[in-house]
């Protein structure tokens, strides 16, 4: 079983890192503790609705940090209907669904789906955190025999 979240203190946070605000994984965007302030100012942003928040910290106080996770996932079909892409695990094996991203990253790789040509598939990344799970990039793979990934 995968801890989803973990204490650290405030001063061992870095820039590209992950922080929990309001009870949402966030990437720390930029940070920064100016000589003699008692506080680090943190500009984050929650990786599955791209909400911006800014916050304060004393850098000893605890804070917490969510487990997040990236792997890649062949696309097996998309469901236009319940608007749902269909990508099979590396690892288990397992069929997962996805909502399909919206703008253009779902345009691309539906239209990247659809234009495939034979020995072609295409991989979708994932980001996980506490229970979410979101396509955020993908990428045509060239070659591909009867072998998954």
Do not use: W
């Amino acid at each position: 079983m995968t801890v989803e979240v973990y204490n650290s203190h405030c001063s061992s946070l870095h820039k590209d890192g992950y922080i929990l605000i309001n009870h949402r994984p966030c990437k720390i965007t930029d940070l920064s503790n100016p000589r003699g302030a008692a506080t680090i100012r943190l500009v984050c942003t929650d990786i599955f609705t791209g909400q911006r928040f800014e916050e304060r910290y004393p850098p000893s106080q605890d804070v917490v940090i969510p487990n997040v996770s990236r792997y890649a996932c062949r696309l097996i079909s998309i469901d236009d209907g319940a608007k749902l892409l269909e990508i099979m695990e590396e690892v288990s094996m397992s069929l997962e669904r996805v909502a399909i991203p919206g703008g253009q990253l779902g345009h691309k790789i539906r239209t990247a789906f659809e234009g495939l040509e034979e020995n072609k598939a295409v991989d979708i990344s994932i980001v996980a955190a506490m229970g979410e799970k979101a396509a955020v990039d993908y990428h045509v793979v060239r070659d591909i025999q009867d072998e998954f990934f």
